[in-house]
């Protein structure tokens, strides 16, 4: 399984990116797909999860600013980010929680390159 990620930028305080993340390989399913964040000198955090049935999470920083998405046929998750602030630089990651066979009990897990993004203010 090999996750591609794209659509990182340099953006002003205020702005929008949209960040893309394709899956492709084999596999039986993808459970779960998500985006993480690493900011120099931090530990790296959760931003946002959703579900193969469409259940989202959100970290509270990003809550009512940042929106997953999943299209399952492309087997792409996107992260929607607006009203982008400083604090939201960072390295962007995404990940899958993926079962490679049917009778795989746990998932496994598979990350992206990373992606840059950098809000100026």
């Known amino acids: 399984v090999q996750l591609q990620a794209s659509g990182g930028g340099l953006v002003q305080a205020g702005g929008s990116l949209r960040l893309s993340c394709a899956a492709s390989?084999?596999?039986?399913?993808?459970?779960?797909m998500g985006w993480y964040r690493q900011a120099p000198g931090k530990q790296r955090e959760l931003v946002a999860s959703?579900?193969?049935?469409?259940?989202?999470n959100y970290a509270d920083s990003v809550k009512g600013r940042f929106t997953i998405s999943r299209d399952n046929a492309r087997n792409t998750v996107y992260l929607q980010m607006n009203s982008l602030k400083p604090e939201d630089t960072a390295v962007y990651y995404c990940n899958a929680a993926v079962k490679l066979t049917f009778l795989q009990v746990k998932t496994d897990d598979y990350w992206g390159q990373g992606t840059q993004v950098t809000v100026s203010s």
């Open positions: 959703i579900t193969l049935g469409g259940s989202t």
């Open positions: 390989g084999s596999w039986f399913s993808i459970n779960v």
